[in-house]
């Protein structure tokens, strides 16, 4: 079965950084595009950033310049550098994997992060 398992979530104050990891199994990873989604309480989950299965990136514009994503096919782990952090990235982070081709989409458990004083 597939399995995506996030890690690297914590307590930051702001202008701290982060790196999330994602760590996938069960899956044909370099096939997969990867990304990072967000989620508080009472709002939508959204997109964070998002890697491409040819390595192409997108982020949100709330991020851009701020963070990174990267892949390592290889090792099949996505991470997520997050610099200059601000309390509104306060949230539940999300590892997500899709395929459109194969209709297959997999979500990991979620790590928190948390930015404050």
């Known amino acids: 079965q597939a399995q995506l398992v996030e890690s690297g979530g914590g307590l930051v104050q702001p202008g701290g950084s982060l790196r999330l990891s994602c760590a996938a199994s069960?899956?044909?990873?370099?096939?997969?595009?990867m990304a990072w989604y967000r989620q508080v309480p009472g709002k939508q989950r959204e997109l964070v950033a998002r890697i491409v299965a040819g390595g192409n990136t997108n982020y949100a514009d709330s991020v851009k310049g701020r963070f990174t994503i990267s892949r390592d096919n290889a090792k099949k782990t996505v991470s997520l550098q997050m610099n200059s952090l601000k309390p509104e990235d306060t949230a539940l982070y999300y590892c997500?994997?899709?395929?459109?081709?194969?209709?297959?989409?997999?979500w990991g458990q979620g790590t928190q992060v948390t930015v404050s004083s």
């Open positions: 069960g899956i044909i990873f370099r096939m997969y595009d």
């Open positions: 997500n994997a899709n395929h459109i081709e194969v209709r297959s989409n997999y």
